[in-house]
Structures are given as C-alpha cells and as structure tokens.
C-alpha cells in the first residue's frame, strides 16, 4: 500500500497528482539454477488531480519469471494485463504488458539494476543502485536510488524521476 504526491509536466506547466496504490504478491525464488523462481502480482491505482489531466483507476496483474543465468544476478521477466477506466468518460484503455528488470550483486551488500517495464499507460526505462544494511535472520533492510525515464502513452509529455527509498 503505497501513497505519493507527483508534479507533472502538461505542456509548458506543471501539475500536481495525487496516487494511491496497492497490491498483492506471491513470489517464491530458491536463488539457484536458471529458473529460480516464479512471481505473481496483482495491484490497483487510483490518481485523481485538480487540474486538466485525464486521471482514473487502473487494475492489473503480472506473472513473471526468476532467472539466475549467471552468478550473483536475477532477471525478473514478465508479462501482464492492465486496465484503466478514466475518470473523464474516455473508453478504458487495455492491454499486455511486458517487463525485463535485472538485478546483478556486486559485493556483499551492493547491487545495481537495470529496467524495461512496458505498460498501457506508460514506458519506464530505470538504471539504479541498492545498498543492503543488514542481513540476519530478522532483518533485510536496503537503501536505494533509482532514476527512470518515462515515455507517456496517454498524450502527455515524456518524463523523468529520481526515487531514493528505503525497503524493509
């Protein structure tokens, strides 16, 4: 369960959006062999804003695959469906979605990442980095900083984001 706050480009302004998210996930990955694992979710957003943007609701869900092809890395790899219903009248907006996300360890408690996820409403190309805190038995703790660059499928204007995050 997620909330968040954007300022979004519209033309030559700027506009601020309001997001609520949610989801559910199963995921079981040993770690080992090429097909580590499988991972399965299903999410909704709900955006709304002041402004002139063409906001609404989305539901969707994925499968996707754990690959291991070489030491220290973890390909996610993945297909899915999504919705939109806009709150303007529009016809909803459906379709596949695809997703490639690699993380590969470098050290003990540093990892890099690299993404593609293609969705209906938009494109995300995503580089970043992770720091591990701790690792014990009771904890799993990291920092992370990730910058994307977003192609906008709904008319807007191509963007840019830079997310830090702390993950427990």
Same mark, same amino acid.
């Given at each position: $369960? *997620? #909330?968040?706050?954007?300022?979004?480009?519209?033309g030559g302004d700027r506009e601020w959006v309001d997001q609520l998210e949610g989801g559910i996930s199963l995921r079981s990955d040993?770690?080992? &062999?090429?097909?580590?694992?499988?991972e399965v979710n299903a999410y909704g957003?709900?955006?709304?804003?002041? #402004?002139? @943007?063409?906001?609404?609701?989305m539901l969707g869900a994925e499968a996707n695959l754990l @690959?291991?092809? $070489?030491? &220290?890395?973890? *390909? !996610? @790899?993945?297909?899915?469906y999504e919705k939109i219903t806009w709150d303007g009248g529009s016809d909803p907006t459906e379709g596949?979605?695809?997703? %490639?996300n690699v993380t590969q360890k470098v050290g003990d408690a540093l990892s890099v990442k690299l993404g593609v996820d293609?969705?209906?409403?938009?494109?995300r190309y995503t580089a970043g980095t992770?720091? %591990? %805190?701790?690792?014990?038995?009771?904890?799993?703790?990291? @920092? &992370?900083l990730e910058y994307s660059y977003i192609?906008? !499928?709904? &008319? #807007?204007?191509?963007d840019q984001r830079l997310t830090a995050y702390w993950r427990m």
């Open positions: $369960i *997620a #909330g968040h706050q954007q300022n979004v480009p519209v040993d770690g080992v &062999g090429f097909i580590g694992g499988y957003t709900r955006s709304s804003t002041d #402004g002139s @943007l063409d906001t609404g609701t @690959l291991h092809p $070489i030491e &220290g890395m973890t *390909a !996610k @790899l993945g297909v899915g596949w979605t695809a997703n %490639l293609l969705g209906q409403s938009e494109d992770e720091f %591990l %805190l701790a690792h014990d038995r009771s904890s799993n703790s990291r @920092l &992370g192609v906008d !499928k709904d &008319g #807007g204007d191509d």
